[in-house]
């Protein structure tokens, strides 16, 4: 089963508008951390913004915030007042602790276009 | 620039030859993890050390597939016998530490083409 679930491969939005990126989750883990990555056509992956499973407020980074809904496991990323330069790869992440390490499982991510 | 270096960015082979790639670390950062991307994909763990010590590796890393990190700083990744399976995008991050809310952070990766 995948972990990590993004079921937009492509969202449209227009500049200046609010746009919402789905993520769902799967763990038995009590602990983890679920992460947020932008990947331009450069190719580095641009941390954005981070939210822990026992974090009580959800998280926010400026124009991103997170809507950690624990019961449905979600995680979903909303980028208020959308920039052209938002235009990228968007990567749903997570870590666990399970079996002594933490790496970070990815999503498939999810295009976002902004238009003018 | 005091972020992930990665290199070369690009690299054209042909299938069966072997290639090699580097990768240095942000200067204080102990953890090193190696990436596989392929297109229409998510970035999918190979294999990461911590300082020199190589901790976990992924069943993708075939045994064609061999990473090192010799003094704790630079890594390199090489892959003998290269299949056109192989081309993706490679990536490298460093982290310093591995707790659940430690920022990895990326390079811009090597693009692997086999022809």
């Known amino acids: 089963a995948q972990k990590i679930t993004q079921t937009q491969p492509g969202m449209f939005v227009q500049e200046k508008e609010a746009v919402t990126l789905d993520c769902t989750y799967d763990?038995?883990?009590?602990?983890?951390?679920l992460f947020w990555y932008k990947q331009p056509s450069s190719g580095e992956m641009i941390f954005l913004i981070y939210q822990g499973s026992y974090d009580q407020q959800n998280a926010t980074e400026g124009r991103y915030s997170l809507n950690f809904q624990k019961a449905r496991k979600s995680a979903n990323l909303v980028i208020s007042a959308s920039q052209l330069g938002d235009s990228a790869m968007y990567f749903c992440a997570m870590r666990e602790v399970m079996g002594g390490y933490s790496t970070l499982t990815f999503g498939k991510g999810t295009m976002l276009l902004v238009s003018p | 620039d005091t972020g992930v270096s990665q290199d070369p960015r690009h690299k054209i082979t042909k299938r069966g030859q072997n290639v090699t790639f580097r990768c240095d670390p942000i200067s204080e950062h102990n953890r090193l993890y190696w990436y596989r991307q392929t297109l229409g994909q998510g970035p999918e763990f190979l294999t990461y050390?911590?300082?020199?010590?190589?901790?976990?590796k992924s069943r993708l890393l075939s045994d064609r597939f061999s990473a090192e990190r010799p003094k704790g700083s630079f890594s390199t990744l090489e892959i003998q016998r290269t299949e056109q399976g192989d081309s993706a995008m490679y990536l490298c991050?460093?982290?310093?530490?591995?707790?659940?809310?430690?920022?990895?952070?990326f390079g811009q990766g090597t693009r692997l083409t086999v022809v």
């Open positions: 050390f911590q300082n020199e010590a190589q901790l976990e």
């Open positions: 763990t038995s883990d009590p602990s983890y951390g």
């Open positions: 991050a460093s982290s310093l530490g591995g707790s659940l809310s430690t920022e990895a952070f």
